[in-house]
């Protein structure tokens, strides 16, 4: 029979073990490769940025960061896997500016509120940018051709619901112009649709395009910013030009509601070692991406105000 010293010892080595064992279960996060969602095809500014950031985060994560791409549905069929997923933090997604009006469009049902930001990397004005060899030279012409011609002005945009058709209603409405919108699945296949002259103009952010512009095959008319862009310093904002509107596409990450808190810093603080790392900078100037970080709570707070907006102008638009 076993003394009693004995059977007290057994039991401590018995608990150590249970005790090891419960923790080498819940091992530190990440403990597993993080999938990050581009809710577009590849090659867009939101696959290059999703792309930057997962091979900068190499370095302050244990674990690497995998990109896949679900297109579709104007992007709500990626965000829509990333916020029904279980929310552990081992799925992230690549949110954008249509996240806010997709649900306005029913075009989803998946908004903002069902995310977690995490942070905002990127912010770029919208353009009004036609083909090099077009009749346009100036926006103003640009908007007095499609004025005298109802819907005739064919108008490139990333799918529906998104920023570049949303800016170019925005105008429309603005200014009395019909265009006839031409959805595409993401940003770079819209160029591409300029380019190609399958349409006359997009409003596609201009640093998803500039190297199309500098090569001499497209030609910029307005900028949709509070002020010219470096480099364009040619080519006016609407505002100049006594138009009072704006347009941004920015894009940051966010995991699904209700991951845990401990997770969500841990994400936080590898976007923040990633953004102030010069490297990631210049990667994504490289990609013609505007550098605008914004923490969770600022990026939280920018996305509940944006909506608000929305939520105001879009039922006033005509966009089908």
């Known amino acids: 029979m076993l003394s009693f010293k004995a059977i007290l010892s057994a039991a401590a080595v018995t608990t150590a073990a249970l005790v090891t064992s419960s923790v080498q279960a819940a091992d530190p ?102 083909r090099a060899d077009s009749p346009w030279k100036t926006v103003e012409e640009f908007l007095a051709y499609a004025k005298a011609n109802p819907g005739k002005v064919t108008v490139s945009n990333a799918g529906n619901g998104s920023i570049p058709q949303l800016a170019a209603a925005s105008l429309g409405d603005k200014m009395g112009v019909t265009f006839s919108h031409v959805p595409y699945q993401g940003s770079a296949p819209a160029i591409l649709g300029l380019v190609g002259g399958q349409v006359d103009a997009t409003f596609v952010a201009y640093g998803e395009l500039k190297a199309h512009v500098e090569s001499g095959k497209l030609r910029t008319l307005a900028v949709m910013g509070d002020k010219r862009l ?69 990026f939280r707070n920018q996305m509940a105000a944006q909506s608000a907006v929305y939520q105001k102008l879009i039922p006033t638009l005509k966009l089908n």
Request: glycine share 6%; net charge neutral.
């Open 29 to 130: 996060y990440p403990a597993k490769p993080i999938e990050l969602v581009v809710a577009f095809q590849a090659g867009g500014g939101t696959d290059s940025m999703a792309r930057a950031f997962a091979e900068a985060a190499r370095h302050h994560l244990s674990q690497p960061i995998i990109v896949t791409n679900k297109p579709g549905a104007s992007g709500s069929i990626g965000l829509s896997y990333v916020a029904n997923s279980p929310p552990d933090g081992y799925r992230a997604a690549m949110v954008f500016a249509e996240l806010l009006a997709i649900p306005l469009m029913n075009i989803s049902k998946v908004s903002y509120e069902d995310f977690q930001p995490i942070a905002r990397f990127t912010s770029d004005p919208s353009s009004i940018t036609v």
């Open 230 to 298: 470096p480099g364009l310093d040619n080519v006016p904002t609407l505002k100049e030009k006594g138009i009072d509107l704006t347009s941004y596409v920015w894009r940051g990450i966010a995991v699904a509601k209700g991951t845990p808190p401990e997770i969500v810093n841990k994400l936080r603080e590898a976007a923040v070692k990633v953004a102030a790392e010069p490297a990631f900078k210049d990667t994504l100037a490289k990609q013609n991406l505007t550098f605008s970080y914004a923490d969770s709570q600022e």
